[in-house]
């Protein structure tokens, strides 16, 4: 069954050391996201991609980067982690203009 | 800015109907979704419109108004398992299509 997985589901980092959250799908979709989420706020787009070479600035993309070099992976990298950064990370892929999402698992990110 | 605005919590009794509202900018919009997030798990897909009217999957229905910017999720014959956060999102064009969130609505059911 296609499926879209992230890793790892748990980590705990340092303040400014460099973080990558990967996020794997095999449902082979153009559309692929990573979102935060934070009580209160929802989840507030980080980033997207529409195919491969493509990236796209979201809602709150400061200090958060993103490459897409095949239609499976779309890893998300923090440059120098923050503890405002500290939120669980979900990653979702989607095919077309109109398509459901299909949400990973998440990552919880704690920067002490 | 392309607000998203739903009630923070609501509450309900078993057996009974609740509607969850939620409201967008008009501009740009392209469709609307509604998902469910269970405490500590992933958003799970429930209904998706992007033409006005309602859209009726079981026990789930979900309303489009594209003029007023309006959508609601009405959830009959309420069980305990739909405790859960309702999450309305939005897609809006402007060279690409993204997905845009609402803060969600916690709901609780009691018996």
């Known amino acids: 069954d296609a499926e879209i997985t992230q890793s790892p589901r748990h980590k705990i980092t340092e303040t400014g050391r460099q973080v990558t959250l990967a996020c794997h799908q095999t449902w082979n979709h153009n559309n692929m996201f990573w979102y935060r989420q934070d009580l209160g706020h929802g989840l507030r787009l980080i980033h997207y991609s529409y195919g491969v070479q493509d990236t796209n600035k979201g809602e709150v993309s400061d200090g958060y980067s993103v490459s897409r070099s095949n239609t499976e992976d779309l890893p998300l990298t923090l440059e120098s982690a923050a503890s405002s950064q500290t939120s669980v990370y979900f990653c979702a892929s989607s095919e077309g203009a109109g398509g459901e999402a299909f949400f990973g698992q998440g990552t919880r990110l704690t920067v002490v | 800015g392309q607000n998203i605005d739903q009630p923070t919590e609501m509450t309900a009794t078993e057996g009974a109907i609740v509607q969850i509202n939620c409201t967008y900018q008009?501009?740009?919009?392209?469709?609307l979704f509604w998902y469910q997030q269970h405490a500590g798990e992933a958003p799970t897909f429930l209904s998706y419109n992007v033409l006005d009217g309602l859209e009726e999957k079981g026990r789930f229905s979900s309303f489009l108004s594209r003029s007023k910017g309006y959508s609601y999720l009405l959830l009959k014959e309420l069980q305990m398992k739909d405790s859960a956060s309702y999450l309305c999102?939005?897609?809006?064009?402007?060279?690409?299509?993204?997905?845009?969130f609402g803060a969600g609505t916690r709901l609780a059911v009691h018996p």
């Open positions: 008009t501009s740009g919009f392209n469709g």
């Open positions: 999102a939005a897609m809006f064009s402007g060279g690409y299509n993204k997905l845009i």
